[in-house]
């Protein structure tokens, strides 16, 4: 009952700080962050395992996983996206109202830019800190019949080390995230992107962007990882579609009346809160360019309704040069 969650934002990658933003989320914690041998040698004894030579080959705290508590809320975006997708800084969009947009266009070229935080957990009883902390993926799940959205996040860290929660800090202002208020546009170019809605036919939908961030391990002074690098940029995005005829005239650019041709389509995800003061209002908008790889028709149904249950795989385009890119409009003005 006692935990907390809490972060702060580091100036360096792997040098830890103090937490200055507790986080509405859980964490699981990773199994073990030391990978321990215990030399397996001919001693003359039926125990092979030498404990007086045991050591500890690597440090790593991976397979953590952060989740909101009960529920996502637009002010945790920012973060993870910084973490898993590339850095970024917002931009006040109305002088004064503290409406801020964040935008995460996937580094398609150039040199990676990840944020990296040192995460505290604890109850009081015992505490622990993990430093160089990024996301390997962020999943976005929703489901409009219920208003439940919800976001989870894979992580890793350099270790976990005993220590005390920094104190007094602020339960943070939330707005969460309804996702009864999710809207779907599906388009012909990136360009056009979020133009024509497809009006009356989301139920749910699953989405995980995977944004390639991972430790690399190289010769050094330390058994933790040295440094990090960004791979490549995948998602993958599962919907869930009351059929109707603009649902099964989309259906044709998977499967076309005639040949085998596949089609690009450009698929915007928005889901809008409140006004921020007098400016723009809180929003999530995840944005991918891909096939529909998979089409489920006549996939369940819902009280009589008939559903589709569709995957888009996210790919390259080359006339937007663009896959993957996630916004979010809220009163966060920095990480």
């Not at 007098?278 to 908008?285: A, F, I, N, R, T």
């Not at 249950?309 to 080359?318: C, H, I, K, S």
């Amino acid at each position: 009952m006692l935990t907390k969650v809490q972060y702060g934002l580091e100036g360096t990658h792997g040098d830890a700080v103090a937490a200055d933003t507790m986080l509405l989320c859980r964490v699981g914690m990773a199994e073990s962050d030391r990978e321990i041998q215990i030399p397996q040698v001919d001693m003359g004894v039926r125990t092979p395992g030498l404990l007086a030579a045991a050591i500890v080959r690597k440090l790593i705290a991976d397979g953590m996983t952060l989740e909101d508590a009960d529920g996502a809320y637009f002010e945790l975006f920012p973060l993870l996206f910084s973490l898993g997708i590339v850095t970024e800084t917002a931009t006040e969009q109305n002088s004064e109202e503290g409406d801020y947009l964040w935008d995460f266009p996937a580094p398609q070229t150039g040199a990676e830019t990840l944020d990296s935080m040192t995460l505290e957990v604890g109850d009081g009883t015992q505490d622990y800190e993990i430093e160089y902390v990024q996301a390997r993926s962020i999943r976005i799940t929703g489901d409009c019949i219920s208003g439940e959205c919800h976001v989870s996040a894979d992580l890793y860290g350099r270790q976990v080390t005993l220590t005390t929660l920094t104190a007094s800090l602020d339960v943070p202002t939330a707005e969460m995230v309804n996702s009864k208020l999710a809207r779907l546009y599906i388009d012909d170019t990136w360009a056009a992107v979020g133009t024509n809605e497809v009006a009356a036919a989301l139920i749910n939908f699953d989405i995980l962007i995977n944004g390639g961030a991972h430790p690399k391990f190289q010769g050094a002074a330390n058994r933790y990882f040295t440094s990090h690098g960004q791979g490549a940029i995948t998602a993958e995005a599962t919907f869930t579609l009351e059929r109707n005829a603009a649902v099964a005239a989309e259906e044709l650019n998977y499967r076309p009346a005639s040949g085998f041709a596949q089609t690009e389509r450009f698929v915007e995800l928005k889901i809008a809160g409140t006004q921020i003061g007098e400016g723009d209002v809180q929003s999530l908008v995840i944005n991918l360019a891909g096939l529909w790889t998979a089409w489920n028709s006549l996939g369940g149904e819902e009280e009589g309704d008939t559903l589709d249950v569709v995957t888009l795989t996210a790919g390259y385009d080359t006339t937007g040069e663009q896959a993957v890119q996630a916004q979010v409009t809220t009163t966060v003005a920095a990480i």
